[in-house]
Structure formats: C-alpha cells, structure tokens
C-alpha cells in the first residue's frame, strides 16, 4: 500500500479518536478544580466582608489584574465585574512580541456573582469562552478559628479541554492560590493589629 495512503488514513483514524474523545463530557467539579483553605482568628461575617471587597478579590485572584466593579450594584447575585485575565492572554499572546501592551481586548473579561450567602459564600463566574472560569470563595467558622476557602474550576465539560489545556490552568491557579490566601491573611491581620492599637489609644486618650 501506498506511504501516502497510509499515512491519509492515520490522519483520519486520529482525527476521529481526537473528535470521539472531544464529545465526551464530564462533571467540570471533578476536573481541573483548583482549591486552598487557610485558618484564619477572624470572625466568620467580618473576614468573608473583607474578602469580598473589589481590591481583596484581586488579590485573593491575582491571576484577575486591574479588578472593577462594572456596576454600582451592592455585593450580591448579579452584580458584574471588570478585569484582565491572564490565563487568557498567555494563549493569546504566546509566541507574541513581548513589547506588545498586554492589557488588550483579548485578555478582556467580565465576571458576575451567581450565587450569594451574606457572610458565607460567593460564587463568580466569568463570561468568557476561553476558560469560562468559576470562583467559590467561603468562609467557615470551626472551633475558635475561621476557615476561608478559594475553589477554582473550568464550567466547560469538555473531557479533551480538562486532559490538556485545563490541567495547565489549573496549575497556574493553584500557584497563585497557594500564596493570595496568606497574603490576603496577613492583610487582614495587620489591619486587626491597627484597629487594636487605635483603639487602645483612644481609651488611653479618654
């Protein structure tokens, strides 16, 4: 048999491999989830408040640069959000001139909370079709510490994405998460130490 023609039909047998396989779904929260948790001596309803500001949500997501809100909506479902992702504009600008501005339209997404408990928990999902990202921040209170949770994961179902480029992601993300939940920790603890010796002052002061 021709070269030719053997090689015409690897082309195709493959193809179809990859195009079965690329049908295939899967539970997104099973796959490529990136997650930290962090003990933190804070009360529950007032760390999750200090989370959940615009400027702590970009550093809690620091992946998320220039952080916004896209509307004058108070925190809740169905408020939008603003920001560059730089998941996204790794893959676009990848084998890119370096001198080109990053923050073009590509890395441009807008996020908006779908689920929201007042002092426990919220949900943000992005808008784009890229990596249609999902981000659950919670907060726990367990014996005489908090709990504050990051979850991370792709809503796509695609079982080729979660194999690949997911993975990849996800690995990026569970980096900067492993470093934004002790710095936003620590934050919050020097703001608490601020608020303490201010308040020691003004007693003193009286």
């Excluded at 949500?57 to 479902?77: C, F, I, M, S, Y």
């Excluded at 002092?119 to 504050?148: C, M, N, P, S, V």
Aim: hydrophobic share 40%.
């Amino acid at each position: 048999m021709d070269s030719r023609v053997v090689y015409t039909l690897l082309v195709l047998i493959l193809s179809c491999i990859i195009y079965k396989v690329y049908l295939i779904e899967v539970n997104p929260e099973e796959f490529s989830v990136a997650s930290c948790s962090l003990r933190i001596d804070a009360n529950p309803s007032a760390l999750f408040g200090f989370v959940t500001q615009t400027a702590v949500l970009e550093k809690l997501a620091p992946w998320l640069t220039r952080l916004a809100d896209a509307d004058a909506r108070n925190v809740g479902v169905g408020k939008f959000y603003r920001a560059f992702s730089k998941l996204i504009l790794v893959a676009c600008n990848h084998n890119k001139n370096k001198d080109k501005n990053i923050f073009s339209d590509e890395g441009k997404i807008h996020l908006m909370i779908t689920e929201y408990k007042a002092g426990k928990y919220l949900a943000l999902e992005t808008e784009d079709q890229f990596y249609r990202q999902r981000i659950e921040i919670k907060t726990k209170f367990y014996h005489d510490r908090t709990i504050l949770s990051t979850t991370v994961y792709s809503r796509k179902t695609s079982l080729l994405f979660h194999s690949t480029v997911g993975q990849v992601l996800r690995w990026q993300v569970q980096k900067h998460l492993d470093k934004s939940l002790k710095h936003v920790s620590i934050i919050y603890k020097s703001l608490q130490n601020e608020l303490q010796i201010y308040s020691v002052s003004f007693c003193v002061f009286l």
